[in-house]
C-alpha cells in the first residue's frame, strides 16, 4: 500500500510539473501590439495583387479610386472604402501560427498574397500582407512587413480586399429626392408625354401631392410611384468604358426621361442586345454605364404603364 501511494505521489508530480512547463512553453512568445490608427488618420491606401496596384486616395471629404493603365480617377464607393478602412484600422493579430515561413501553405507566396499598404500623407502608418482565410472562417492569415512570421488576425477579410478598380467605383447613377420633382417627361416609341406635380387645394393631406397629364388625366398611380422609386437612387452593373458617351447618345434612345429638379435630371437608355442589355447615360455620371437586367426590364414596364394609361385616355 506504501509503495501505491508513493508511485502515485509521483505520478500527479509529474503530470503537475508537465503541466505548468507545457503552459510556461506556450506563453514564451509576445504577439505584436496593434497599431494606433484614429479615425479618419488614413488618407491613401495601396492595394497590391501579383504586381497590379489600387491606389485609393481621400479627396476632401470624399474617396477616389485610380486606374494606373488609364491614367484616370473616378469616384469610389464609400461603403466598400470604409469597410478597407475599418479592417486596416482596427487590425488585430490574435495569435501566432508559425514561424517556419511555409508561406505557401497559408497563401502568403507572391502568387496569391495581398499587400496592404495605409498612409497619411507620406507617412507609411502600417502594411501587412493578406493570405488565405482561416478554416475557422473566422480569421485571416496575415504577414506583418518586417516580420518573417505568420500570425492571425480577427475577421475573414481576404474578399474584401481582392477587388479591382471596377468594383470598388462608385455605380451610383441618378439620385434625388422624390418630393423635390415638380414634372416627368417620358420619351418612348416616338411619343412624349409630361406628368406634372398638382400642389393640394388643402395643405393638411396626408398626400398632398397628386400627378397629372396634360390633359387633366391621372396616371397609374402604382407605376409612377414605382418609377420614382426606382430612378431616386439609381446604381447601374458596371460602366462601359468601351463606348464614349457622345458617341452613344448620337443614336435615338430606347426610352428618355427628364426630371425637372435644379438643375433637371436626364436619363437616356438605349437597347444593345434585343433588350437583354441596357446602356445608359445620366446627365448625373460622366460615364455610359450597363443597368442590371431587371432594373431596366423594371423601368421600362413602367413607363410602359404610364404611357398606355395616356394611350387609352385619348382614345376615350
Not at 486596416?88 to 499598404?117: P, Q
Not at 445620366?282 to 404611357?307: C, H, N, Q, R, T
Amino acid at each position: 500500500m506504501k509503495k501505491e501511494y508513493l508511485i502515485l505521489v509521483v505520478l500527479i508530480f509529474a503530470l503537475s510539473a508537465y503541466l505548468v512547463f507545457k503552459k510556461d512553453n506556450q506563453q514564451n512568445y509576445t504577439l505584436p501590439e496593434p497599431v494606433k490608427i484614429e479615425k479618419g488618420e488614413i488618407d491613401r491606401l495601396i492595394i497590391t495583387r501579383k504586381k497590379t496596384p489600387i491606389e485609393l486616395t481621400k479627396e476632401a471629404d470624399t474617396w477616389e479610386v485610380s486606374d494606373k493603365k488609364l491614367d484616370k480617377k473616378y469616384a469610389a464607393d464609400m461603403t466598400a472604402v470604409n469597410k478597407l478602412l475599418d479592417v486596416t484600422r482596427n487590425l488585430n493579430v490574435s495569435g501566432l501560427i508559425s514561424e517556419s515561413r511555409d508561406i505557401s501553405r497559408y497563401e502568403l507566396d507572391d502568387a496569391h498574397f495581398i499587400e496592404v499598404k495605409a498612409f497619411k500623407g507620406e507617412n507609411l502608418l502600417l502594411s501587412f500582407k493578406i493570405g488565405k482565410a482561416a478554416p475557422s472562417g473566422n480569421h485571416t492569415f496575415i504577414m506583418l512587413t518586417g516580420d518573417t512570421r505568420i500570425y492571425q488576425a480577427d475577421q475573414n477579410f481576404k474578399n474584401d480586399f481582392n477587388t479591382s478598380v471596377e468594383t470598388l467605383r462608385d455605380k451610383q447613377v441618378l439620385t434625388f429626392k422624390e418630393n423635390a420633382i415638380k414634372q416627368i417627361t417620358l420619351k418612348k416609341d416616338g411619343i412624349s408625354k409630361n406628368l406634372t406635380a398638382v400642389p393640394p387645394k388643402d395643405e393638411t393631406e396626408k398626400n398632398p401631392v397628386s400627378w397629372q397629364f396634360e390633359d387633366g388625366s391621372s396616371p397609374d398611380k402604382e407605376a409612377l410611384s414605382n418609377l420614382l422609386s426606382s430612378l431616386s437612387f439609381l446604381t447601374c452593373e458596371r460602366f462601359f468604358d468601351s463606348l464614349s458617351r457622345e458617341n452613344l447618345e448620337k443614336n435615338p434612345p430606347l426610352l428618355k426621361i427628364i426630371l425637372e429638379n435644379k438643375p433637371p435630371i436626364v436619363l437616356n437608355l438605349f437597347d444593345r442586345n434585343n433588350g437583354d442589355t441596357l446602356v445608359g447615360t445620366s446627365s448625373m455620371s460622366p460615364y455610359p454605364f450597363v443597368l442590371e437586367s431587371y432594373k431596366g426590364k423594371d423601368i421600362l414596364s413602367y413607363a410602359d404603364k404610364l404611357v398606355k394609361k395616356e394611350k387609352e385616355t385619348d382614345k376615350e
